[in-house]
């Protein structure tokens, strides 16, 4: 394909309710494009990183200037050298350092390149991952913050409003002070549901008996009780605790993830793609945890539609490789005041996975149009045009 150009784009969405954390609380989800143009075709893909950053995730602000400063030269050069062709997806993410803000950025432009190239070909992004008959569609799982001021009420009406839509999962974020009551009262009031908490690395080793205490309550497991860096102090808090051990923050590569493997640090693994360096990055580890018989699900970074839509597709597959536990692919509609990309509809918690050709509907594409320039009625977007130059 021959490269045109590429635009980084930016604008601001606020969150439904805001998302309390362990590391922070979630107000506004800034969304970060790049769109790559070519002489028959164009894509879009959506950057994973939220506004506010942690110790192993960099905020969308730092993924953004690296991709202004070095980012798409880094795509321009690398385009100038197959004589104006644009890389294939394949050999995006090769382009890319292995620092967290380079993973993010890789999986940005291998989401855009990608999608260019399915739209040519006429294929969707599941076709491409060559997901079978049996996994069109997937349970939904949502992820429930900790409510202002510690309210239960609120936490409570939040995860029944969950369950009310069909979720089949509800992971609900936990601290030090704020985890027996709530998970005590939200058992209580749904007996049967799947529940597991989220500690973002808030407990230390000697709150084990702590933590082991929320066996009592069923939780399907505690994820990323310490913090990321020590991969064998989780190991020895897995062994002190009747709680599965899942890690979220810890697992930042395909080699971070062997290495927790190999050090049995962890008994679930959560998958972020835009943490790991995109879908490839993903499979590989996924493909590790696989070997050592350690369930996977695909987690989120709240995304927007169309980062929303490429998990799902990698979920299906993933899935279709080796059972794994449910995924979170709830509708963006759930937690964003507005999705500027559009995703499938959620019924009775399932969702079916994108077969149009693509990764997803693009920003600003409605569902049945042709896609455009993008983000129609969004005169707040933040656009900046590079023109791919030849010499």
């Not at 506004?28 to 942690?54: M, N, P």
């Not at 980012?71 to 292995?98: C, H, M, N």
């Not at 995860?159 to 709530?182: C, M, Y």
Request: hydrophobic residues 45%; negative net charge.
């Amino acid at each position: 394909m021959k490269l045109v150009g590429l635009e980084l784009v930016r604008l601001d969405v606020p969150f439904r309710v805001d998302i309390g954390t362990a590391a922070g609380v979630h107000r506004t989800r800034r969304l970060l494009f790049a769109r790559v143009v070519t002489a028959d075709s164009e894509g879009w893909g959506e950057c994973a990183a939220l506004g506010e950053g942690t110790s192993v995730d960099p905020r969308v602000d730092e993924v953004e200037a690296a991709a202004h400063a070095r980012g798409v030269q880094r795509v321009l050069d690398a385009t100038a050298a197959r004589g104006g062709q644009l890389p294939k997806e394949a050999e995006i993410a090769p382009l890319f350092g292995s620092s967290p803000v380079d993973r993010m950025m890789g999986a940005l432009f291998e989401m855009a390149v990608a999608d260019a190239e399915l739209r040519l070909s006429g294929r969707s992004l599941a076709a491409a991952l060559e997901v079978g008959p049996g996994f069109e569609t997937l349970p939904v799982g949502a992820a429930v913050g900790i409510p202002p001021g510690h309210d239960l009420g609120i936490l409570r009406e939040q995860v029944r409003e969950a369950v009310a839509g069909g979720a089949a999962r509800v992971r609900v974020k936990i601290e030090p002070g704020w985890d027996t009551e709530p998970v005590a009262a939200l058992r209580a009031d749904h007996p049967d549901l799947v529940m597991q908490v989220d500690a973002n690395g808030s407990y230390r080793m000697e709150d084990a008996e702590r933590v082991g205490a929320l066996a009592a309550f069923d939780v399907l497991c505690i994820e990323q009780p310490l913090p990321p860096a020590d991969l064998v102090a989780h190991a020895e808090f897995a062994r002190r605790i009747p709680v599965p051990v899942c890690l979220d923050e810890s697992l930042t590569s395909p080699r971070r993830v062997r290495d927790a493997l190999r050090n049995r640090s962890c008994q679930i693994a959560c998958l972020k793609p835009g943490r790991l360096g995109g879908v490839r990055a993903t499979r590989l580890a996924h493909a590790a945890c696989a070997e050592a018989g350690v369930p996977v699900f695909v987690g989120g970074f709240f995304e927007a539609g169309l980062g929303r839509a490429a998990n799902l597709a990698l979920a299906a597959r993933l899935a279709q490789d080796r059972a794994g536990l449910v995924n979170d692919v709830s509708a963006p509609s759930s937690y964003l005041a507005a999705d500027p990309c559009g995703y499938p509809e959620v019924q009775a918690g399932w969702v079916r996975v994108p077969d149009q050709p693509g990764v997803g509907q693009q920003p600003g594409q409605q569902p049945g149009q042709p896609p455009g320039p993008g983000l129609p009625g969004r005169p707040d977007a933040q656009r900046r045009w590079f023109p791919a130059t030849y010499t």
